[in-house]
């Protein structure tokens, strides 16, 4: 447990926090002194559920060659002890369990993902430190919507679902070494998603924000069914071969390298679960409705394929996992977006955002493969 206090702003960063942190991770680095470069916090339309300070270290004369040469130091995005406005609260939840992705399962290790020097959660105050490579030094760029998404782009990312997918599916150690992991039907983030709080906070979204309040009366569902809905199909992908899912896979927590070799980033949502979870989330926010509508059944076959050459036994038909797809459209729309401030992204992304996944939910007729669940 660290000695100080975790900051949530960049005044109050400290070397004495950092060094702990880094220490307790990754022995024999430690930071003789830092700089401050930028600032991101929540608020600014930069930063949705975390805020983000980047730090040039001066590494100790005894630290290893080849560390990051600038640092992206995530915080939370409250005061220590506050209850931020914003899905029910719960910030705590998706902070600890990013904390445990990348300082237990590493995953820059296996694939492209952020190199971690280290990270810390606090119960007590709900607050986190997290320090991760900072991509630009790469020359990585960061996708939005509002990006143009190649197929080879999208297939790149689709390989680094796979690789995720094929590594854990139905690993051995689930329930065991790899019991702390969340899952989509218990857990502290399933205690989230399905609680009062989420719900009446989906309520005050639609009432609130009047462009997400006629589109779903256009549709002619409610925040309730949709509640109901991603609980049902949650449940019942539970019955089907699990693996480790990224849990959060829309556009905005992907990377592309210049080769356009794409990464993935913000694992707050991982979870155990049904492959299609993730799959289903990055077509429909990648791609614009014209090139999902084209091409998204070639990209579950493509997907399938990569299953099928990682040895993944017993993979799904594409029938199978189609009719999955379909419905894991529920969750995109309802806990990806319509409980999503507009704040957390800027006004032009969320209102793309809600208009993709309700218009996948409404082409792939997704209530009415729901319908037998």
């Known amino acids: 447990m660290l000695t100080t206090e975790l900051p949530t702003r960049s005044e109050d960063l400290s070397i004495k926090a950092l060094n702990q942190v880094i220490e307790a991770n990754t022995p024999g680095v430690s930071l003789a002194d ?97 320090l991760l490579e900072d991509l630009r030094d790469r020359d990585a760029v960061f996708p939005s919507m509002k990006t143009e998404i190649s197929m080879a782009q999208m297939q790149s990312m689709i390989d680094q679902y796979a690789s995720l997918h094929t590594r854990y599916w139905n690993h051995p150690e689930f329930g065991r070494s790899l019991g702390w992991l ?25 009432a609130t924000t009047q462009f997400k309040q006629e589109m779903l009366q256009r549709m002619g569902v409610t925040p309730k069914e949709l509640h ?21 896979a829309h556009i905005g927590n992907t990377y592309l390298l210049p080769n356009d070799q794409a990464g993935l980033l913000d694992w707050q949502l991982s979870a155990r679960g049904y492959c299609m979870h993730d799959i289903s989330y990055i077509i429909t926010t990648g791609l614009s409705v014209t090139e999902r509508r084209a091409h998204e059944r070639e990209l579950l076959e493509y997907y399938r394929h990569q299953l099928l050459s990682g040895g993944v036994e017993g993979v799904p038909s594409l029938n199978e996992l189609w009719l999955e797809y379909r419905r894991a459209m529920v969750w995109n729309l309802y806990i990806g977006w319509l409980i999503t401030p507009v704040v957390n992204y800027g006004w032009e992304i969320t209102v793309m955002a809600v208009l993709r996944t309700m218009t996948a939910y409404e082409d792939l007729e997704t209530r009415n493969a729901l319908a037998d669940l």
């Open 228 to 248: 109901e809905q991603f609980q049902r199909v949650q449940a019942h992908q539970a019955t089907l071969p699990q693996t480790l899912c990224h849990g959060d």
């Open 34 to 130: 830092f700089t401050i470069v930028e600032s991101h916090l929540w608020g600014g339309g930069q930063a949705s559920s975390a805020g983000r300070i980047i730090i040039e270290p001066r590494y100790s004369p005894s630290s290893p060659e080849g560390l990051p040469k600038h640092i992206v130091v995530k915080v939370a995005k409250s005061a220590p002890g506050e209850k931020v406005e914003s899905g029910g609260s719960g910030s705590g939840q998706l902070y600890e369990n990013e904390v445990n992705v990348y300082t237990r399962l590493r995953p820059a290790g296996f694939m492209t993902a952020p190199v971690t020097l280290g990270g810390t959660f606090d119960p007590q105050s709900e607050t986190f430190m997290l």
């Open 182 to 206: 969340e899952d989509h039907t218990r857990g502290a983030l399933h205690d989230l998603f399905t609680s009062n709080k989420v719900a009446g906070f989906a309520e005050y979204q639609v």
